[in-house]
Structure formats: structure tokens, C-alpha cells
């Protein structure tokens, strides 16, 4: 089974056309940049809705450049709108479908004016995510584990799908202890999912899952303080990674994470906490992010719940709490923000080696 | 009438302490940053909660500052732990309120997992704001006005709330034709309010409400092309503004905010389109940010909803659209993100007059 979603995925045949020609003819003459993503952003929306209005909310791309798009779409023979309507030609169709382009999914909540996400369609994967999850591998302290709840592996998969990171993309995860890959690959959504990662017991228990489900991933362990395979370099869509939270180690992760993107319009996603690192931390990283060529696209605090590892009274900031309480496993207190970054431009990244611990600075408090 | 909320206002005899002193004495021998906000933090969870895990969770603050925060506070007599429970003395509620601060409000939405936010106090007063707003004067073109729904202003309101931006503080807001001041004036929340308005009209609207409801609001008529008046700059807890999109205007808005602000741990909200603004202006915006002291502390993409404004058919983007159907008022289309910035360190702002047209750049679709 490709994933238990009902994912539509017909064959189509390669178009002659490109992202970058429709791009291309929509800079023509224009004065605002005009970013292959945007062609993809205004497909997906298109997919979704005929609306002008809706398609202009739906798109997020900036109206000038959008309407420079919708434009060389009709001239390629693949939008037209003479009815008052956005109507995508059946060649449109097939074009955005030969690249993976799916509908613009919103997933925005109801009950709080649409300002959280909703499951969606990664709702109908949950009973069984939960199920193969029970057997995961626990958290050990070696490699700074501590995952997240099921729950919130599922609310990022379904945020992923609804920024438009997950349907038809290839999508590599860096240390996979939140089992994102097998929720993605549950939803039978992405192309392609790659993990990495250095715990045994995690590179074994996601490829069994991966055999068993028939799910499009391949793991491959290394240790991140290497510099990636250079398979790996420049070949991803998108990237997830929780890294551990030292400022040297925050950087191992987004710099592998970051060099994994193919390019402008590709996106990383990772988590940051309150708790290991401070404003002045965060501050670094978001200047590290800029200088890489990215953009911060959205920065949703405590998004990401964890569940209590094993290990929380050896952990460093244990005996320097007022009282020793162990919590219970469910009583979250660890929640870490979502960050999604797209490329503007680059990457620019220098990849090094690193050597030696990555995880501690004076910050660190669960190491 | 100070607000329709029953906000706890008791008075306070001024303590010998202070928030520095306290972050002062955290600092001795620590090898983590404190910052004076970090004990604002602390103080404000530990109104909420007694328990080691919730105050963790609760304050934000870096597990390894809070230890020296909860110390420090216990040394000077304002917390005790003994029972294992995290109480407040008589002297450290005392101290907490003689300098404003409240308890934390979560505010997280129970039906998508706290991910998104809810109206919490602030719902009690939507009534009595809608019935005021229902005679706002209508946005014009002239000063790029264009308002967000009152659902919209009352969201972002909570949300200040919740960031402990409100309760207690000084508010500055630069143009408003959301009518932030008189929402969060009728919470009975902030300490003070001022609004820098250039429209007459919103100029005596404000006013005239502010008067009728005992609401704690001053508002200047100011240019923000011009610098600040001397009393205003340096002198906030809090900004808000709504920026006109040129990369030009932005930054006049955002440099006006960020120099209203006291200094460290202030923080400023703004909005940001899609619409108007690619993704390559929101990187030279962030970068803006950086360099001026702050960190992006959240940035929550389409939580802002529009009202369609009067003017659409005369916008610059008009003729350029496909399709020429006027949108329903209530038929939202045109969104933006609430961007959180908080200072780290300065602010580092040049304070410069600015001359002309700030509201046009290539982007620009609504002006």
C-alpha cells in the first residue's frame, strides 16, 4: 500500500514546459520578482478554487507578481478565464499534475478564526501512526533525544502539506525520533522521504515499518557532524529536523538540513524551544538562517508538545531545580516552536565537518 | 468606567527591589544570560501556577535562567518551595504587582491542540467593541488605510495579552484604523495608551470614544515621516502598527515603533502581506529587524483577516487583474501575518525625516 490515503496520482506525461519557462515569461517586462515557487503557489491554488479572490488569498504569492503569472499561464494555453472564471485548460491540469502539484489544502481551525491548523486529511492516518508508534524505540540521552507526542507529529505533517512541503515533494528528515517520515509516508502524499539518522534502533525500526507499510522511504544512518552524502546534497524539496539546541549543534542540523535543498522555493522545517535556548540564542540562528539565503516564513511558538523521556532526572538542569518532582509522562512541559524557512536565494552554506560533542552549551538543560 | 473587565488593579505600595535588581542577582555566577524580562516572566507564571513543571512551561524562560530567577527571588523573600510547591510570599505578590504584573493567560485554542489562540477575557468586551467600531470612519485611499475585521483587532489584542504585552503595560500604536487602542482600552488591561494617528477623522474617533468610555488613551496627530516627539521615544512596553508595505514605508513605521520602545525585552508587533510583499522584501525586513536589537519572536502567517475597502476598483493592481468582480465586504481575500518582535538589545534605530511618497514600490497592489 502507497499510504492509506486516497491520494489521487494519476500518470501524466512530462510537459514540454517547465516551472522556470512559465517563470520566465512572466518576468517579461515585469518589475517585481517573479520566483518559480510562485508559479507552483498560483498552480496549487488554481487547483483549488476559480475564484480571483480566492485564488489571490489561497496563492500567497504578491498580487503583481501573481498577476504576471496568471497571465503566462494563459499564453501557455493553460489557464483561461474568459467566463469571469480562473479555469484551468485540461492541459494545465495535466501540466500541474506532471510536476506533483497538488489543490491548495488550507487546513485553517474554525473554532479559533482560523489563526490554528486542523489535521485535515492526515486525520485519517492517525489510529494507524499511533498504532505503529506504540513499538517505537525509546528515548535515550546519548543523542539528546525526547520526541514529540503522536498528536504533534501529526498537526506538522498536516502544517507541511498545507504550506505545500509535502504532496509530490521529496522531503528529507535529519534525525527521525518523531517518526515524521512514517507519517508522511502514511499520507502517501510526498514523492520521496529520506531519513538520516545515526540510532541504530531508529534506522531499524523506521525500514521495518517502511517494509511492512510499503512506504517510500529510505533510511540511511550518519552521523550529521559529517558532511552529507553527496546524494543527498541539492536533491530535496524540503527538509525536517529537531536539532539538538546548543548553538554549534542548532547549526550542524540546519546546515545539513539547508545544503539537502535544491534551491529557491525549497523549505526547512525544525523545532526550537524556550527552554534550552535564549532570545538572544534564537537571535543568532534567525541571523544564521538570513545569511544562508533564507527567509523566515513562519515562527509558530510552542507548536510541538514532548512527551517526558526516561531520562529526566539525569538530566543537566535536574539538580538545579527548586523541587524534584518527576512529571508524568503526559504532563507536557517541553514544547519547542515550529519554524519554517524558505530559500530566497542560495543555499549559501559552507559545509564542515564538526568534531566532538555538538550537544552541550551553558544553555543546554536536558543534556 | 476603566474597562468592562474586572481586571485586579489593587494598589500597590513601590518595592525597594526592582525587576533589575532581581536579574542582577541572578546573574552572580551564572553562565547563562538573565534578562529583567526573564524575572517579568517568571513572576507572571508563577501568578498562574505552583507547580515546578507549569512555571517551566508557563515563564518561556531558558530552564537554566529560571533556576537563578526562582533563587534569586527566593533569596530576596518573594518565593518559597519548601512544600514543593513554587508559593509566592505576601512580598512577592506584592512586588509582582506594584510593577504591574499579571498572571500569564495561555489562550491556547482546546480544538486544534493549543495551536491556535483563543479570545480568552478579551471575548467579554467583542460586543461592546463591534457596537463602537459599527461608526469608524471608512478607510481612504489617501493614507494606504484598508482595516481588518473586528474579530481580526480583538484576536490580536488576546494575543498581546498572552505574550504579556498588555496587562499592566505601555502601549504605543502607530496609525489605527483597526482601532487596536480601543479594544485594548476597553480590556481595562494596558496602564496607558497612545495612538500617533495623521487622519483627522480616526484622530477625533478615538478621542471621542476614549472620553465617553474613560478609556486610558492619548492620541497625537503625527506624521510618522517625521521622528518622534521627545516624550514619546523610549518610553514603551509595547508597539503596534499595521505598516503600509513599501519596503521604504515599512521600515518608517517599524523605525518609529522600535524607538518608542524602553529597551531590552519591549516588544513590537506588525503586519506583514503576501500580497504586497515577497518573500525576498520580508527577508530585507527581517534582516531590518535583526540589525535594530530585535528577535523575531512569531510570526503566525494570515492571522490578520481585511475588510474589502471602499476603494478596490481604483487600487493599483485593478487593471491588472483577470477578472473585474468587486468582492462582498465581508468576503476576505486580502490577510496578513502578525509578526512579534522582541528587543534582545538596543534598540540600535537612526531617527531620520523622511520626505514624499513612503507608501510605493514595485509590490505595491493596494495603494
Redesign the interface.
Known amino acids: 500500500m502507497l499510504g492509506v490515503l486516497q491520494v489521487e496520482r494519476t500518470s501524466y506525461r512530462r510537459c514540454a514546459l517547465t516551472l522556470k519557462d512559465i517563470a520566465e515569461r512572466a518576468r517579461r517586462d515585469a ?3 517573479v ?1 518559480e515557487r510562485d508559479v507552483e503557489r498560483a498552480l496549487s491554488a488554481l487547483l483549488s478554487s476559480e475564484d ?3 485564488v ?2 489561497l ?7 501573481l ?1 504576471r503569472v ?2 503566462a499561464l ?1 499564453e501557455a494555453g493553460f489557464l483561461d ?1 474568459d467566463g ?3 479555469v484551468l485548460t485540461p492541459e494545465g491540469r495535466e501540466f500541474a499534475g506532471s510536476l506533483g502539484i497538488g489543490p491548495k489544502l488550507e487546513l ?11 489535521l485535515g486529511p492526515v486525520g485519517k492516518i492517525a489510529d494507524k501512526f499511533k498504532e505503529i508508534a506504540r513499538d517505537r524505540p525509546e528515548a535515550i540521552q546519548d543523542y539528546d533525544q525526547g520526541y514529540v507526542t503522536e ?2 507529529t501529526l ?1 506538522r505533517v498536516a502544517f507541511m502539506w498545507s504550506r505545500g512541503d509535502l504532496f509530490g515533494k521529496e522531503l528529507i528528515v535529519l534525525g527521525d525520533d518523531d517518526l515524521v517520515s512514517i507519517a508522511a509516508g502514511l499520507t502517501g502524499a510526498p514523492k520521496r522521504i529520506v531519513v538520516l539518522e545515526i540510532d541504530q534502533r531508529l534506522v531499524d525500526f523506521i525500514r521495518d515499518v517502511a517494509d511492512k507499510e510499503k512506504l517510500p522511504i529510505e533510511v540511511k544512518q550518519h552521523d550529521l557532524r559529517e558532511p552529507l552524502p553527496p546524494d543527498i546534497k541539492g536533491k530535496f524539496d524540503a527538509f525536517f529536523c529537531d536539532p539538538t539546541e546548543s548553538l554549534r549543534g542548532f547549526k550542524v542540523f540546519a546546515e545539513r538540513g539547508i545544503a539537502a535543498l535544491k534551491g529557491p522555493g525549497s523549505a526547512g522545517y525544525l523545532g526550537l524551544t ?7 540564542k ?2 543568532e540562528i ?2 544564521f538562517f ?1 545569511d544562508a539565503g ?10 510541538h ?1 514532548y512527551v517526558n523521556w526516561p531520562y529526566i532526572d539525569h538530566m ?2 535536574w539538580p ?4 524534584h ?1 518527576i ?1 508524568g509522562r503526559d ?5 519547542s516552536a515550529l519554524i519554517r524557512i ?1 530559500l ?1 536565494e542560495g543555499p549559501h552554506i559552507q559545509e564542515r565537518r564538526y568534531e566532538g560533542d555538538i550537544f552541550s552549551d ?4 536536558t543534556t
Open positions: 518589475t517585481v520578482p520566483a480571483i479572490w480566492r489571490i488569498d496563492s500567497g504569492v504578491p498580487v503583481m507578481a498577476v496568471l497571465s494563459r478565464w469571469g472564471r480562473l485553517k481551525c474554525p473554532h479559533c478564526g482560523g489563526r490554528g491548523t486542523t498528536e504533534t498537526y524556550h527552554c534550552e535556548a535564549s532570545y538572544g534564537w537571535r534567525q541571523r538570513l533564507a527567509v523566515i516564513a513562519e515562527l509558530r511558538d510552542a507548536f508538545d543537566r538542569s538545579h531545580l527548586p523541587v518532582r512529571p504532563e507536557i512541559w517541553y514544547r524558505e530566497v551553558d544553555e543546554a538543560a
